[in-house]
């Protein structure tokens, strides 16, 4: 009788002391409960690895955006084509970083799941969503502006080349942050909605549900936010290979021509190793989610579930790395903003020459890489 009144006496403490979730468990219930069978649960097993690897990617995605974002304001760099492009890729890299993620380092560091219809789990899946096909919309965007550049007629982009204008670089920019909000808006809205995934730390559109109104949204979705864009970017390669294996090409071209021919090479090789990297982080994501579609539930169990999920995060890290790996001139101008940063170029008396590392020459003129 005694043994019987201390557990009770202890399960109320634990009950007590313990951090509920939402179904009346504590954390420290579903350990010892899991325990007592010989498993450990996903909190307890996985959530050093969880935090880590987030911790890891939220470091780098923040410093490696900033600096991008740094880099690319610099007059050398600004005065190319690309340059808008490349920075809101960063902006919406960052923008994830700081206001998307810390969602599920709450939820896995407090143990409080997240739950459908909750505000948490509403912004997590929205703003993860909106910025991550904003994103791939930049990047066919880009696709496009090659494919149009490098096969046009004009060797040397100009400013008064109207698809190249500001106006049409401003508006093409908007075009795609509106394209992302408006392809998660539907669940706002009452189409469909945003659920947890299997562990409770991360929030998604309803892959697995059998309604008509979850079923079609998930399809479109799938259309509008992977596989659409893709068709267009793999079609503007394949015209910028044709064009470019033309054996007349290269045929009777200038010194300057020459070079911007390999620099144009170059840009190409950049961005497709920023497209592929981007297709390998979302893949598994997306395959799960038409697993999902057509399975009508999970397809991965907890721990594993959060593996394609924490790939697809992982996708703010590597544009600044294929920046810094493949670009000569992003490499140069780190180097001089570094310099300056150091040595106080831009607040001192120094000439200007002794803190540029940049040929003037080289300064002014409007080049797409």
Same mark, same amino acid.
């Given at each position: 009788?005694?043994?019987?009144?201390?557990?009770?006496?202890?399960?109320?403490?634990?009950?007590?002391?313990?951090?509920?979730?939402?179904?009346?468990?504590?954390?420290?219930?579903?350990?010892?409960?899991?325990?007592?069978?010989?498993?450990?649960?996903?909190?307890?097993?996985?959530?050093?690895?969880?935090?880590?690897?987030?911790?890891?990617?939220?470091?780098?995605?923040?410093?490696?955006?900033?600096?991008?974002?740094?880099?690319?304001?610099?007059?050398?760099?600004?005065?190319?084509?690309?340059?808008?492009?490349?920075?809101?890729?960063a902006v919406a890299d960052l923008f994830i970083v700081?206001?998307?993620?810390?969602?599920?380092?709450?939820?896995?560091?407090?143990?409080?799941?997240?739950?459908?219809?909750?505000?948490?789990?509403?912004?997590?899946?929205?703003?993860?969503?909106?910025?991550?096909?904003?994103?791939?919309?930049?990047?066919?965007?880009?696709?496009?502006?090659?494919?149009?550049?490098?096969?046009?007629?004009?060797?040397?982009?100009?400013?008064?080349?109207?698809?190249?204008? +500001?106006?049409?670089? /401003?508006?093409?920019?908007?075009? %795609?942050? *509106?394209?992302?909000? &408006?392809?998660? @808006?539907?669940?706002?809205?009452?189409?469909?909605?945003?659920?947890?995934?299997?562990?409770?730390?991360?929030?998604?559109?309803?892959?697995?549900?059998?309604?008509?109104?979850?079923?079609?949204?998930?399809?479109?979705?799938?259309?509008?936010?992977?596989?659409?864009?893709?068709?267009?970017?793999?079609?503007?390669?394949?015209?910028?290979y044709r064009f470019l294996s033309q054996s007349n090409?290269?045929?009777?071209?200038?010194?300057?021509?020459?070079?911007?021919?390999?620099?144009?090479?170059?840009?190409?090789?950049?961005?497709?190793?920023?497209?592929?990297?981007?297709?390998?982080?979302?893949?598994?994501?997306?395959?799960?989610?038409?697993?999902?579609?057509? +399975?009508?539930?999970? /397809?991965?169990?907890?721990?594993? %579930?959060? *593996?394609?999920?924490? &790939?697809?995060? @992982?996708?703010?890290?590597?544009?600044?790395?294929?920046?810094?790996?493949?670009?000569?001139?992003?490499?140069?101008?780190?180097?001089?903003?570094?310099?300056?940063?150091?040595?106080?170029?831009?607040?001192?008396?120094?000439?200007?020459?002794?803190?540029?590392?940049?040929?003037?020459?080289?300064?002014?003129?409007?080049?797409?890489?």
């Amino acid at each position: 009788m005694a043994g019987k009144s201390f557990e009770n006496k202890t399960n109320a403490s634990f009950s007590t002391n313990g951090r509920s979730d939402l179904h009346g468990l504590s954390i420290f219930d579903i350990t010892t409960n899991a325990s007592s069978t010989g498993s450990l649960a996903w909190y307890d097993r996985n959530y050093y690895s969880y935090g880590t690897v987030m911790f890891f990617i939220l470091t780098l995605g923040f410093l490696g955006n900033v600096l991008t974002i740094i880099v690319f304001l610099q007059r050398e760099q600004r005065t190319k084509v690309i340059a808008p492009f490349v920075i809101n890729l960063a902006v919406a890299d960052l923008f994830i970083v700081l206001f998307g993620y810390p969602v599920a380092i709450t939820a896995n560091l407090s143990g409080m799941k997240l739950v459908s219809g909750e505000s948490r789990c509403t912004w997590s899946a929205f703003v993860n969503g909106a910025t991550g096909i904003a994103s791939i919309a930049m990047l066919t965007e880009i696709s496009v502006l090659m494919c149009y550049t490098i096969t046009s007629v004009k060797p040397v982009v100009t400013r008064k080349d109207k698809f190249l204008s +500001r106006k049409f670089t /401003v508006s093409v920019l908007v075009g %795609a942050w *509106i394209y992302g909000i &408006l392809s998660m @808006s539907p669940p706002l809205l009452g189409w469909s909605r945003f659920v947890p995934g299997s562990a409770g730390i991360s929030c998604g559109p309803e892959w697995g549900s059998s309604t008509i109104e979850a079923l079609t949204y998930s399809i479109g979705l799938m259309f509008i936010g992977f596989f659409l864009p893709m068709t267009i970017i793999l079609v503007s390669f394949y015209r910028i290979y044709r064009f470019l294996s033309q054996s007349n090409v290269p045929t009777n071209l200038g010194i300057l021509q020459s070079r911007h021919h390999q620099s144009q090479m170059k840009i190409v090789h950049m961005i497709i190793m920023t497209i592929v990297a981007f297709v390998i982080s979302w893949s598994p994501y997306c395959a799960v989610s038409l697993g999902a579609m057509f +399975r009508r539930g999970h /397809v991965l169990a907890h721990g594993e %579930a959060e *593996i394609p999920e924490l &790939l697809a995060k @992982s996708s703010v890290i590597y544009n600044p790395i294929i920046y810094m790996t493949m670009s000569k001139n992003f490499r140069k101008t780190v180097k001089r903003t570094i310099f300056q940063s150091l040595s106080g170029c831009s607040r001192s008396l120094v000439r200007p020459s002794v803190c540029s590392l940049q040929p003037r020459a080289h300064r002014d003129r409007k080049e797409f890489v």
